[in-house]
């Protein structure tokens, strides 16, 4: 198998994750905020709400045309530079069909909104089940791209010195988890830690500084 190292020199890969849940409008808030929970750790903040909008009108569709309470499951995962969505419930007769809505009509705008914010969607039947799909585009270029920024290249080049790959004896041949990455990225910082605390410096202002720095040069704040 060949991997596709472009953007990250090391691989870090984004592990597919799911939950399965009773689809009742009351619960939409909290399937958002899954998804925000653990979109930002992939770095993926920037279509948060994309992804937040496809998922709740997915999920309302089922509400809508199979029930309130029916239960089902949402999956995410990287397909190539694009992030996927899948919600499945039980139901392979009441397929969800894109339709002309006018302004009048406060029905069935689920599926219009969710064409007009993913690249791509779709429905996949199984066996005793459905599969409502959506791809977004993330502006990557790969599944195990990240964001371009000076101050990630920097790291990288810092973690290549110091050899991520070997900071944890858990660590795995090839691509690295985003957990593994995070453990080595933070052995990494615990040795700079000592380093300033070896000539005469406060680690703890050190870190609050850092802090500081990182969260000024986050692109929300320019």
């Keep these: 198998m060949v991997i596709d190292m472009s953007g ?10 799911a939950i399965s849940f009773l689809a009742k409008p009351e619960d939409l808030a909290d399937l958002r ?6 979109l930002e750790p992939w770095g993926l903040a920037d279509i948060e709400c994309d992804a937040q909008l496809c998922a709740s009108e997915l999920v309302a569709n ?7 309470g029916t239960p089902a499951r949402l999956a995410v995962s990287m397909s190539g530079s694009r992030l996927r969505l899948e919600v499945s419930d039980p139901d392979t007769r009441a397929l969800p069909t894109l339709v002309t809505v006018t302004d009048e009509h406060e029905q069935g705008r689920g599926l ?6 993913a690249e791509r969607w779709g429905v996949v039947l199984r066996g005793d089940s459905k599969v409502t799909w959506c791809e977004l585009t993330t502006g990557l270029r790969s599944s195990i791209d990240h964001v371009e920024a000076p101050q990630v290249a920097k790291a990288e080049a810092l ?3 110091v050899g991520l790959t070997a900071r944890t004896e858990r660590v795995p041949q090839g691509p690295l ?5 995070e453990e080595a990225a933070i052995d990494v910082i615990a040795d700079l830690l000592h380093w300033l605390r070896a000539h005469g410096c406060d680690p703890d202002s050190a870190l609050d500084r850092a802090q500081t720095h990182f969260e000024a040069e986050l692109p929300q704040a320019v």
């Design 8 to 17: 990250c020199r090391f691989g870090v890969i984004r592990r597919a994750w």
């Design 33 to 38: 905020r899954v998804i925000r929970m653990n």
């Design 62 to 68: 089922v509400i809508e045309h199979v029930g309130v």
């Design 112 to 117: 219009t909104l969710v064409d007009g914010v």
């Design 159 to 161: 973690l290549g010195l």
């Design 177 to 181: 988890s985003v957990a593994h990455a």
